[in-house]
């Protein structure tokens, strides 16, 4: 059972916007900043979303990424079928003095 | 570029040992902490263990803690992930990763990876 909480799933159709939701605790989330990260199929876990909300160089401006509290969102505009991927959140849990990852969400682009 | 590549892996008879290797290029190794990852089949990710930049601070998880150790050797630009008593659950995929930190304003921390490796498979099975 992860530290931080994923729906296992969504989808959207072509075009359309998704989010994906992180919920944590206090120690982790609440204190932290949060991270995304996709991982397409048979490859390595790529990072989408820092600190929040910044994307990095490459990353399109279809994702983002907010935080409220100890959760955090990303968003997904314009979807594509390449987009189709797991997209885990993950941060620094201060009390468990550990980094925590949330179980994943598989996104399908219908 | 930067660039993490993993070996080392492999199928082993559970309680046996393997160690695993990430060997850095691309940046200052001996500037950045260095993490392990791991991903059983089909499963999520599953964060392993963490060396400081020197080597100094070490920690892990729960599940690994007493049996697997991190360390790195700097002149070689490598991490190593020595794994012992292996049981079948430990079969995954390995990544290393490298994290970028900072204290914020407020106390809190910014913590990601910013590079990962391709990822190394471990098979624990007799």
């Known amino acids: 059972q992860s530290v931080l909480t994923q729906p296992p799933s969504v989808s959207a159709a072509p075009g359309q916007k998704v989010t994906i939701s992180c919920s944590g605790s206090?120690?982790?989330?609440?204190?932290?900043?949060i991270s995304w990260y996709q991982q397409l199929p048979g490859t390595a876990p790529k990072l989408l979303i820092y600190?929040?909300?910044r994307r990095p160089s490459g990353i399109a401006d279809r994702f983002s990424g907010s935080k409220s509290g100890t959760s955090a969102t990303l968003g997904i505009t314009g979807l594509q079928t390449g987009d189709e991927a797991i997209y885990y959140c993950g941060t620094w849990d201060s009390s468990l003095n550990v980094w925590v990852f949330g179980g994943g969400t598989k996104l399908t682009v219908l | 570029q930067v660039q993490l590549v993993e070996s080392g892996g492999g199928v082993v008879q559970p309680g046996r040992s393997l160690r695993l290797s990430c060997t850095a290029s691309?940046?200052?190794?001996?500037?950045?902490?260095m993490h392990w990852v791991r991903q059983a089949p089909g499963k999520g990710l599953e964060w392993v263990a963490l060396t400081s930049y020197d080597g100094r601070s070490k920690d892990y998880a729960d599940s690994v803690k007493g049996r697997f150790t991190i360390s790195r050797d700097n002149s070689k630009n490598t991490v190593y992930l020595q794994m012992n008593s292996l049981r079948p659950d430990d079969t995954a995929v390995y990544y290393c990763?490298?994290?970028?930190?900072?204290?914020?304003?407020?106390?809190?921390?910014?913590?990601?990876?910013?590079?990962w490796g391709q990822g190394i498979l471990v098979t624990v099975s007799s």
């Open positions: 990763a490298r994290p970028r930190a900072s204290v914020v304003q407020g106390g809190g921390l910014s913590y990601y990876f910013d590079y």
């Open positions: 600190d929040n909300n």
């Open positions: 691309g940046f200052t190794f001996n500037n950045f902490g």
């Open positions: 206090s120690s982790s989330i609440g204190n932290n900043y």
